[in-house]
C-alpha cells in the first residue's frame, strides 16, 4: 500500500539491514535516498556468500532465538515479525529458492549472495530506490531549519563535501570487522557524541590469540583440526563443550568450533586476562580405552610411529600434543601411557587474546538497546532510526547474524513509516 505524501528518508549503509530498511520504506510510499561510502552496496554480503551464504537456521524457535543471548527478548522482538520462516519466504520471493543444509542451516540455491543481491537491488530500482554510492556519512547530522523539520547529513563525496536533508534517517553502518569492505566503526564516537550510549564494538565470532611456538606455527599453521571437541568452563560456571572443526592459525586457534565459543572466551579474557581450554583430539575413543592402547608395548618402533598406531594421532594432532613439553617432559609423558591418554582427551591450551576486530566475521557492541525506543528510533536524536550490526547484540555464525541484520532492518523501517504518521508535539 503506497502512502499519499511525501515522506524523505535517508537510508545510510547499504549492507542487508540498510537495504532491507529500504526495502520496507519504498513499499510503504516512503521516498528513500540510500547512502554509501563505498562504489557498490552489499560487499560484506557478497563476502558471506564466498564460503556459502548461511542466511538462517531451521533448528527449533526456541533454540534458535537462544542464539542472541542476553538479547533473547529484544531480538525475539524483530524475529516476531520477520523470523527464520519468514526470511526464506522472503528470498523465494526475490525468486531464489533455499534449502536445508544436513546441520540445519539454510542456504540460497548455489549458495551464493550476488544472484539474491542482484535480484533484489534490481526490484529496489525499481521501485524508485535512489542509490548515492561514494557518499560517505562524514558524522555531521543537524536538524533541519524550516518547518518540516528533519535532519541534515553531510557525505563526503568524490564531488566533495555535500548536505542532504531527509524527514527521517535509518543508520545501517555495520559493526568494525573487514573495514575494507565499507563498515568501520568510524560512526562511534560520532553517535556518542550526539548522546547516544554506545557500548565500545569487540570482536565476535573471532579467533584468539596462542602463544605457539616457532616451530608450530612454521610447519602446521593452516592446518584445520576436524572432528575435535573444545571444552571450556568460565569464571561463572558457564560450560561450552562441543564438537566441531577448528584451524590452527598463526596466531592461535580459529574456525568455527572456536567462534562459537568467542563471546565466552573473549568475556573471560577481558575478566582474567586469559581463557583456559581444553581441547580433545579424539573425541570418539575413550580415555580408558586409550590409555591401554598406548601401554602395548612399541618395541623399537618410534613414538611418532607408536602414537600414529595405536591412537591414531600423527601431523598437526601429534605436533599438538608435544608442544610446551621440553625434552624430559615429554619423554616422561611418553612412558606414561594414562597421562598421555589424559593429554590427548583434554589438551589444555591458554588462550591470551581475542584476534584484532578487523579479522574477525562480526562485532559484539554498538548502540545500546536503551538509547533507543522499541521501534529503533533513538532516544536522544528523534527521527533517526538503527539497524543491523551497529546495535548491541550479537550470535554465532550460522545464518543467525544475517537473520538479526535483516529482522532489524525491517524494524528500522517499519518504526520510520510510524514514527511519519505521529503527531508531533511543538
Ligand atoms: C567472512 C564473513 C562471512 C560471513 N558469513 C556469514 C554467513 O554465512 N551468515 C551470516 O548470517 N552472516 C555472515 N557474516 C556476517 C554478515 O555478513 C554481517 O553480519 C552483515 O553483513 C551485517 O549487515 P549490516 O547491514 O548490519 O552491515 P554491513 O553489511 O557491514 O553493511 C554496512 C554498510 O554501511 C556502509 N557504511 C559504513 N560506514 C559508512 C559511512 N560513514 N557512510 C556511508 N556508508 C557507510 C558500509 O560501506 C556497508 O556497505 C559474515 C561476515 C564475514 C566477514
Redesign the pocket.
Known sequence: MSAPFSFRVAV????????MAADVLLAAGAQVDL????PS?????L??????????HAEPEAAFRGRYRERVTEVGRWLDDFGPEALRAWVHAQGISTFVGSSGKVFPEGMKAAPLLRAWLHRLRAAGLALHAR?????RIEAAQGEGGGWTLG?DTPHGPQASTHDAIVL????A??AR????G??QPWLAGQGVDVAPLAPS?CGFDIAWSDFLRERHAGTPLKNVRLKFTDRTGQVFDRLGEAVLGAHGLEGNLVYAASALLRDEIAACGHADVALDLLPAKDEATLAAALARGRGARSMINHLKEQAGIHGVRAALLREGLDAPAWQALCADPVALAARIKALPLRLLAARPIDE???SAGGVRFEAMDARLMLSALPGVFC????IDWEAP???????A?LA??RAAGQGAMAWRSLPRVG
Open positions: 545510510v549503509g547499504g549492507g542487508p539491514a540498510g537495504l547512502f554509501d561510502a563505498m552496496v552489499g560487499r560484506k554480503f563476502l558471506a556468500g564466498k564460503g556459502g551464504l548461511n542466511i538462517t557518499h560517505r556519512w562524514s558524522g557525505f545501517a553502518l555495520g559493526g570487522s573487514w569492505l565499507g563498515s568501520d568510524a560512526w565470532n574477525a566475521i562480526s539497524a543491523g550490526e551497529m555464525t550460522g545464518g543467525y547474524l544475517l537473520t541484520c532489524s532492518g
